[in-house]
C-alpha cells in the first residue's frame, strides 16, 4: 500500500498573521533605510536654516543695541598724556566695556529667545526635491529651543597707518548656542559674528611698545615714546 506525506497546511488565522508579520518587517526596514539615506540631509538642511536665521537675529539684537548705547571710541578708551600734552597711552575704559559686553548679552538672549515662538514651515520640496520641486510637497515645521548659551567680547588691534601713525580698531565679538527642531531630529547651531564697533588713527611720535586689548581690563594700554632722540615738542593727536 503506497504511503503519501501529508502535506501541512496553515489556518487562516495562521496565514493572517503571518502576513502582517511580513507586512511589519518590510515597514521596519523601509524606516531603516529611511533613517539612514535621508536622516542626513534633513540634519544637513536644518543647521543650514537654523544657522541662516539664528545668525539674522544675532546680527539684528547686535545692531540695535549697539545703536540705542551710542558706541564710539571716547567711550571705550581714554587717554593718558604727558606734561607737554603728548598721548603717551591708550588705556582701555574697563566700566564701560563691561556694560557694553553685559548689554549686548541681553540683547542677543533676548533676540534668539523671540525664535522660540517661530515655527518655521518648511516643504519638503526644499530638502528632498533638488532643483525640480522646490517650495512644493507637505511643510514640515522647524522649531527652535530655548537659547542654551549667549556671551560677548570685546577685542582691539592695532596696525600700522603711515609715518607716526598707528590705527585702532576695536571689535565687538557676539556667540551664542542654540537648538533646532524639526520632527524627530534635532541640530545644535553655534552662531557667531564680529562687529567693528569703533575706531581711531593715532597720530604722534612712533611708539616703543603696544599692548593688544582683549576683553576690556583696565591694565591694557598702548604706549607711545620716543625712538632715539625724538624731539619732545612732537604733538600727537588723534584723527577719527
Request: glycine share 6%.
Amino acid at each position: 500500500m503506497p504511503h503519501f506525506k501529508r502535506r501541512y497546511r496553515f489556518s487562516r488565522k495562521a496565514r493572517f498573521w503571518i502576513k502582517v508579520c511580513v507586512v511589519c518587517l518590510l515597514f521596519l526596514l523601509a524606516y531603516i533605510i529611511f533613517c539612514v539615506q535621508v536622516t542626513p540631509a534633513v540634519k544637513s538642511y536644518m543647521e543650514y536654516k537654523a544657522h541662516s536665521v539664528a545668525v539674522n537675529e544675532l546680527n539684528t539684537a547686535v545692531g540695535k543695541a549697539l545703536k540705542s548705547e551710542n558706541v564710539n571710541y571716547d567711550k571705550l578708551m581714554n587717554y593718558q598724556k604727558d606734561a607737554n600734552g603728548q598721548i603717551i597711552a591708550v588705556q582701555a575704559n574697563s566700566s564701560a566695556i563691561n556694560t557694553l559686553k553685559y548689554e549686548i548679552t541681553q540683547a542677543v538672549l533676548d533676540g534668539l529667545s523671540q525664535l522660540e515662538d517661530s515655527n518655521m514651515k518648511i516643504p519638503m520640496g526644499d530638502i528632498f526635491g533638488g532643483p525640480l520641486f522646490p517650495g512644493r510637497g507637505p511643510n514640515l515645521i522647524l522649531r527652535f529651543s530655548p537659547v542654551e548659551d549667549a556671551d560677548s567680547s570685546i577685542s582691539s588691534q592695532f596696525t600700522a597707518a603711515g609715518i607716526n601713525q598707528t590705527k585702532q580698531d576695536i571689535y565687538l565679538t557676539a556667540k551664542a548656542d542654540i537648538t533646532a527642531l524639526l520632527s524627530a531630529n534635532q541640530v545644535k547651531v553655534h552662531v557667531e559674528n564680529k562687529f567693528l564697533v569703533a575706531e581711531s588713527v593715532l597720530v604722534g611720535t612712533v611708539p616703543d611698545q603696544y599692548f593688544n586689548m582683549t576683553g576690556g581690563t583696565a591694565n591694557d594700554a598702548i604706549t607711545y615714546g620716543n625712538f632715539g632722540t625724538g624731539s619732545s615738542s612732537n604733538s600727537a593727536t588723534r584723527k577719527k
